[in-house]
Structures are given as structure tokens and as C-alpha cells.
């Protein structure tokens, strides 16, 4: 039979009706040589699934918006799709061999390493957003990367897959940058309502001292008095 450890390919048939004309050692060269046919067949096969294999990653990538990268340890890359390459304005070429490390801000840098670094124990994943030199300038994005161990658990490579955060990363910008002007007017309201407090505490203290009945009644009334107020007028009577 042709055949490995996993798979049947076949049968070497080799037929000779005289008498005796097998030996032992024939018969065990014939034996050797379908053991070579199983493996030659069970690589060619085995190399045929890979090319299968990465030509449908390929047309899975390329059919994609967000960016695709493969790339090593050393963080040099040997993949990147249509669309990194695009955003970044090099072709292939000049990509792959090379490290994407001067693509990423220098004040990012560190932390893209720190995030990169979980990629060497389970589960192989993680995930971080960095600022990245484009075409058009800085651009934020979300970086999710899967490490790819061998089976003892150490990592041949990594897959990483890009996408452009920049509007969210505005946005976010933007909502804090409001929610700080929200709180600066909060405090500004509070430091009024508390002056406002003091000074009509020091109203009620000098009228006491001319003999007059207090205007306001107690600290606490006044502050429900500022509180329902709409605006800064100040009691007339």
C-alpha cells in the first residue's frame, strides 16, 4: 500500500508470474519505494493545501477595509494587504522585510510595545490604539492582534488587523473637552452660590448690630433662596 501514518493514496502492484522472482530484499526495496511515493505524495498534497489555504486568506484580506498585517517578533513585516498599503502610500515591496515601527508615534511607541508583549503567553491576544503616520497625515487606530504559536507555544508570527479610529477619537476629544467646561462652570456656580451665602450672612450680622431684624433667616434658607433662583438677581427687599 501507499499510505502514511494519516492517509491511504493507493496501491503498488507489481506483478511477475515466474516462480521465486521476489526476494526479501526485492520485496523490501518495493516497500521503501511506496513509502517514498506516500511521502512525496502526502507533501505535495500537504503544499497544495497551504497554497489553497493562503490564496483564499489572501481574496479574504484584500476584500476587506480595515488594514491586515502579518509580521514577526522582530516586528518585520511579511504580510500586508492592498489597503495598508494604500493608507500608508508604499507598495508591497517596500514593506515587507521592513519593521512598521517608524509608522507609529514616537510618544506611542512604548505602549504599542508593552501591548504587543501579552502576544508571547495565552490566549495569544490583545489589543491597543495607537497614532499612525499616513498619507493623510496622523491618523488614530485600533490595533487587534492574534499571536500564531507552534505547538510547544512559542509565536511564529502574529496577525494583527487595523481599523481608523480617528472620528471616535475626536469625538471623544471633543465630549471631554465639554464635559471639563461643564465642570469648570459647575464649580463657578457653587463658589457664587457660597459668596452669596457669605455676604448676606454679613448683611443679617450688621443689621444685628444696628438693631434690626435680620433680613435673612439662617444659612440654610438662604441657600434654598439662591437655589431657586434663575439668575443672579439679588433680593430687593
Known amino acids: ?65 480595515d488594514l491586515v498585517v502579518k509580521f514577526d517578533r522582530e516586528w518585520n513585516l511579511n504580510f500586508v494587504n492592498s489597503r495598508y498599503c494604500e493608507v500608508f502610500g508604499k507598495t508591497e515591496s ?64 502574529i496577525l494583527s488587523v487595523g481599523r481608523d479610529i480617528t472620528g471616535n477619537k475626536l469625538t471623544e476629544q471633543e465630549l471631554n473637552k465639554k464635559i471639563d467646561q461643564l465642570n469648570r462652570t459647575n464649580q463657578l456656580m457653587v463658589g457664587r452660590e457660597i459668596e452669596m451665602i457669605r455676604l448676606k450672612s454679613e448683611v443679617n450680622d450688621l443689621l444685628a448690630e444696628l438693631g434690626r431684624s435680620k433680613r435673612y433667616s439662617s444659612p440654610d434658607e438662604i441657600y434654598r433662596q439662591e437655589k431657586g433662583k434663575s439668575s443672579g438677581d439679588v433680593d430687593g427687599d
Open 1 to 65: 500500500p501507499i499510505r502514511t501514518t494519516r492517509e491511504n493514496f493507493g496501491l503498488l502492484q507489481i506483478n511477475d508470474f515466474r516462480k521465486n522472482r521476489f526476494t526479501d530484499l526485492s520485496i523490501s526495496l518495493y516497500e521503501s519505494l511506496a513509502n517514498s511515493l506516500a511521502m512525496a505524495l502526502g507533501e505535495r498534497k500537504a503544499h497544495s493545501a497551504i497554497q489553497e489555504s493562503e490564496k483564499k486568506f489572501r481574496v479574504l484580506v484584500e476584500s476587506q477595509n
Open 94 to 157: 517596500e514593506l515587507i522585510g521592513k519593521t512598521f515601527e517608524p509608522l507609529i508615534h514616537e510618544d506611542d511607541r512604548e505602549y504599542v510595545r508593552e501591548s504587543l508583549e501579552k502576544l508571547d503567553h495565552p490566549p495569544y491576544k490583545s489589543y491597543h490604539e495607537e497614532r499612525d503616520m499616513t498619507v493623510n497625515g496622523w491618523r488614530w487606530f485600533g490595533w487587534s492582534a492574534q499571536a500564531i504559536p507552534d505547538e510547544n507555544g512559542k509565536v511564529l508570527e
